[in-house]
């Protein structure tokens, strides 16, 4: 078993370098995480009310091809708020986001800007898998968005990184194309939070040649993070 550990351990490590090579980074330094002000507990116990709430819901024909909801995972407190498109097979089966060959790069993705799968929020905008990974159809889409817009509520982060057509559409209420929403910075609506416009994790598996651009929206990302904590502090 520990063994096992190990293994799984040394080939994320090995997967992140490969990663941060494809990206150009020959040197990485680990980020300093800076203090975060602790949310009240009655935060999280309204999370977990909600994920009960997502767990009956009925509200589309998802719920009859589902094996588990998929409502997020991650640090209540978290700064980064990182939301996908809709679960996918494995992460049916493990109810938890990006569990497969996608959050692999993801977690290669957080690696390469000094963050941990623990100190980021992840999710996604369908909580179930929509069948034989198509696209979400747009009824889904709006019975499942006030589930996520409540998370956010909730949460409260930073910045968010909508990551695929789907996620950027949904949060910003944009017909636009991931080309036409990259490289800016959006805001979600209702707190004003920062938004950036990247690629989903899938996508750059079938065109790795695009993971610099990823790179380049997360760095951007932070640039506007800073900047946001800096006028906090004036």
Same mark, same amino acid.
């Given at each position: 078993m520990v063994r096992n550990k190990v293994?799984?351990?040394l080939l994320a490590i090995r997967y992140r370098s490969q990663y941060l090579r494809e990206i150009g980074i020959v040197r990485w330094q680990r980020r300093v995480s800076r203090t975060s002000p602790v949310r009240a507990d009655g935060d999280g116990i309204e999370l977990e009310a909600?994920?009960?709430?997502?767990?009956?819901?009925?509200?589309?024909?998802?719920?009859?091809?589902?094996?588990?909801?998929?409502?997020g995972h991650g640090s209540i407190d978290a700064d980064w708020l990182f939301v996908g498109e809709a679960p996918?097979? =494995?992460e049916d089966k493990q109810?938890?986001?990006?569990?497969?060959?996608?959050?692999?790069?993801?977690?290669?993705?957080?690696?390469?800007?000094?963050?941990?799968?623990? =100190?980021?929020?992840?999710?996604n905008v369908l909580k179930c898998r929509p069948?034989?990974?198509r696209?979400?159809?747009? =009824?889904e889409v709006i019975q499942c968005e006030p589930y996520l817009h409540k998370q956010i509520d909730r949460i409260r982060p930073e910045i968010i990184i909508a990551m695929g057509r789907f996620a950027a559409q949904?949060?910003?209420k944009s017909t636009a194309s991931i080309a036409e929403l990259r490289g800016q910075r959006h805001e979600y609506s209702k707190f004003r939070i920062p938004l950036v416009v990247t690629y989903h994790p899938a996508y750059l598996l079938r065109s790795p040649l695009e993971k610099q651009k990823v790179w380049k929206d997360l760095q951007f990302a932070q640039v506007l993070l800073h900047g946001s904590e800096s006028e906090r502090s004036t």
């Amino acid at each position: 078993m520990v063994r096992n550990k190990v293994g799984q351990q040394l080939l994320a490590i090995r997967y992140r370098s490969q990663y941060l090579r494809e990206i150009g980074i020959v040197r990485w330094q680990r980020r300093v995480s800076r203090t975060s002000p602790v949310r009240a507990d009655g935060d999280g116990i309204e999370l977990e009310a909600l994920a009960d709430k997502v767990r009956q819901c009925q509200a589309c024909g998802l719920h009859t091809h589902r094996q588990n909801t998929v409502f997020g995972h991650g640090s209540i407190d978290a700064d980064w708020l990182f939301v996908g498109e809709a679960p996918g097979s =494995e992460e049916d089966k493990q109810g938890l986001p990006f569990v497969g060959r996608a959050g692999q790069l993801l977690d290669s993705i957080l690696f390469s800007i000094g963050l941990a799968r623990d =100190e980021v929020y992840i999710a996604n905008v369908l909580k179930c898998r929509p069948p034989r990974n198509r696209d979400p159809m747009g =009824e889904e889409v709006i019975q499942c968005e006030p589930y996520l817009h409540k998370q956010i509520d909730r949460i409260r982060p930073e910045i968010i990184i909508a990551m695929g057509r789907f996620a950027a559409q949904a949060l910003l209420k944009s017909t636009a194309s991931i080309a036409e929403l990259r490289g800016q910075r959006h805001e979600y609506s209702k707190f004003r939070i920062p938004l950036v416009v990247t690629y989903h994790p899938a996508y750059l598996l079938r065109s790795p040649l695009e993971k610099q651009k990823v790179w380049k929206d997360l760095q951007f990302a932070q640039v506007l993070l800073h900047g946001s904590e800096s006028e906090r502090s004036t």
